[in-house]
């Protein structure tokens, strides 16, 4: 399979990748800044310098043409609520635009695991510009006709990734989940196409995610 990772510099991609090219997958890995392709490169991804902050739908489906599955991994990393918007939901939903029109029919979102309604925090709260971003986004790739999966970790460690979760996990507190365990979250879901259709919410723990995401449908 031919797997493109956008935000192919961010800590989850930089360990999906090279478990994607492990796994006998072809992967391409956007960029912004230039100065990263060295190490982007080193992970067995070939590399595509575009800022997808200001990339159009048909600049996006020309690096998508050919590919067979989109990753999202990428993200403005907060502070910034305009630019948050710009690139968490605008960007985003323009590359499952730009999926659509290059025929590019998988799609994996890394979202997070309270991306809801439900938990919306009040407008004053420095995380609203996130939730509403990602919450958008998300709706959209639910919404479109891609084969999409939505996988939402919850707060992001640097532990060592053990390829183990607790299914279906949402809470306001106690739900840390490795950045490994997530890029494992992302190979398992290209993986096993049960995952598509499916939101699915998760922290560390004891289920083997090849043997959940198996099971789903059952």
Request: glycine share 10%; aromatic share 2%; no cysteine.
């Given at each position: 399979?031919?797997?493109?990772?956008?935000?192919?510099?961010?800590?989850?991609?930089?360990?999906?990748?090279?478990?994607?090219?492990?796994?006998?997958?072809?992967?391409?890995?956007?960029?912004?800044?230039?100065?990263?392709?060295?190490?982007v490169s080193a992970t067995g991804a070939s590399v595509v310098v575009l800022n997808v902050e200001e990339a159009t739908t048909t600049e996006l489906a020309e690096v998508l043409r050919g590919q067979d599955a989109v990753v999202w991994s990428a993200g403005a990393g907060g502070g910034n609520p305009d630019r948050t918007y710009a690139v968490d939901r605008d960007a985003a939903i323009r590359s499952m635009n730009a999926a659509r029109d290059a025929q590019v029919s998988r799609y994996v979102m890394v979202s997070f695991s309270r991306a809801s309604t439900e938990y919306l925090v009040n407008q004053d709260d420095p995380f609203y510009p996130y939730m509403v971003a990602k919450i958008a986004a998300d709706d959209h790739l639910r919404a479109s006709e891609l084969d999409w999966t939505v996988l939402g970790p919850g707060a992001l460690t640097l532990e060592e990734p053990?390829?183990?979760?607790?299914?279906?996990?949402?809470?306001?507190?106690?739900?840390?989940?490795?950045?490994?365990?997530?890029?494992?979250?992302?190979?398992?879901a290209l993986n096993e196409p049960r995952t598509i259709g499916h939101t699915l919410n998760f922290r560390d723990g004891e289920t083997p995610l090849q043997e959940w995401f198996s099971s789903l449908g059952e």
């Open positions: 399979m031919k797997v493109t990772i956008i935000g192919g510099h961010g800590k989850i991609a930089l360990l999906a990748a090279p478990l994607l090219v492990e796994s006998g997958h072809e992967v391409q890995s956007i960029i912004r800044n230039p100065d990263h392709a060295e190490e053990t390829g183990r979760v607790e299914p279906d996990f949402v809470a306001e507190s106690g739900s840390q989940t490795s950045r490994g365990n997530v890029a494992q979250a992302i190979v398992e």
